[in-house]
């Protein structure tokens, strides 16, 4: 499966981003898939992932409530909707998949890593 992330930018505190994840090759339908982000001089951490259906999506505390994810499955593509943005959620920000049938928060799980998209949002 190959991955191509991308809809990252700059965009002002409180703002909104819409990243999307294309993949090709592969059953995509099949794999759960994630979003993980990685600020310089910090490691990467998971923001969101979703189940092969859908049904089932996690997001860690610091953006529940405030990130969105969803994947359309006809159109091989997973999307990150990110809404009242911080100045602390600037990183690269990276789609991964894993056949794996549940959703793992660590990054060694997944199979499959998207070139990651840049995200900045300034104060």
């Known amino acids: 499966v190959q991955l191509q992330a991308s809809g990252g930018g700059l965009v002002q505190a409180g703002g909104s981003l819409r990243l999307s994840c294309a993949a090709s090759?592969?059953?995509?339908?099949?794999?759960?898939v994630s979003w993980f982000r990685q600020a310089p001089g910090k490691e990467r951490e998971f923001v969101a992932g979703?189940?092969?259906?859908?049904?089932?999506?996690y997001y860690p505390d610091s953006v529940k409530g405030r990130f969105t994810i969803s994947r359309t499955n006809a159109e091989n593509t997973v999307s990150l909707q990110m809404n009242s943005l911080k100045p602390e959620d600037t990183a690269a920000y990276y789609c991964?998949?894993?056949?794996?049938?549940?959703?793992?928060?660590?990054?060694?799980?997944?199979?499959?890593w998207g070139q990651g998209t840049h995200v900045t949002v300034s104060s």
């Open positions: 991964a998949a894993t056949s794996r049938f549940l959703v793992a928060t660590v990054d060694y799980e997944y199979d499959y």
């Open positions: 979703i189940n092969w259906s859908g049904a089932n999506t």
């Open positions: 090759g592969g059953t995509f339908s099949s794999y759960t």
